[in-house]
C-alpha cells in the first residue's frame, strides 16, 4: 500500500480558513444568551399543618429561578414561568456559543502552526 504524502501546510490553511469562516457564520446566527442555570424548584412553605411539610408531592410551586455566578457570587433571579423557558433557551446558547468559541479557538492555534511552520526558512541539511 502506497503512503500518500503529508497535506501542505497551504492545503491544511486552506481547510482551516474554510472551517474558521463557517463556524463565523454560525456565531452570526446567535440569537441573545446568558450565563447560568435556570431552575425549577417545588417549596415548603413552613407552615406546621401544611401538607408539603410531610409530602413532597405537596409542596408549592413549581417556582423558576435563573442561577449565575457574578464576581465570585451566585447571583439568583426570580422568574415568571413564561419567562423560564426564555431564560433556559438562552443559557443553552451560552453554551453553545462556548463550544463554538473553544472550536474557533482550536482551529486559530492549528492554523497558526501551519503559518508558522511555513514562514521558517527551509532548513539546510549539513
Known amino acids: 500500500m502506497r503512503e500518500l504524502p ?4 497551504t492545503t491544511v490553511l486552506d481547510r ?19 450565563k447560568g442555570t ?3 424548584r417545588m417549596m415548603k412553605c413552613g407552615k406546621p399543618q401544611c401538607a408539603c411539610r410531610t409530602d413532597a408531592t405537596k409542596r408549592h410551586g413549581p417556582y423558576f429561578e435563573w442561577t449565575y455566578k457574578a464576581n ?10 413564561d419567562a423560564a423557558p426564555l431564560y433556559r433557551a438562552a443559557s443553552q446558547r451560552y453554551r ?4 463554538l468559541l473553544r472550536r474557533l ?15 521558517q526558512p527551509p532548513r539546510r541539511d549539513s
Open 6 to 9: 503529508p497535506p501542505s501546510h
Open 16 to 34: 482551516c480558513r474554510r472551517r474558521f469562516e463557517e463556524l463565523k457564520r454560525e456565531l452570526q446566527h446567535l440569537e441573545y444568551f446568558c
Open 38 to 40: 435556570v431552575l425549577k
Open 72 to 81: 465570585g457570587k451566585t447571583v439568583n433571579v426570580k422568574l415568571t414561568p
Open 96 to 99: 453553545q456559543l462556548k463550544a
Open 105 to 119: 479557538e482550536r482551529l486559530s492555534e492549528s492554523a497558526l502552526r501551519h503559518q508558522a511552520k511555513r514562514a
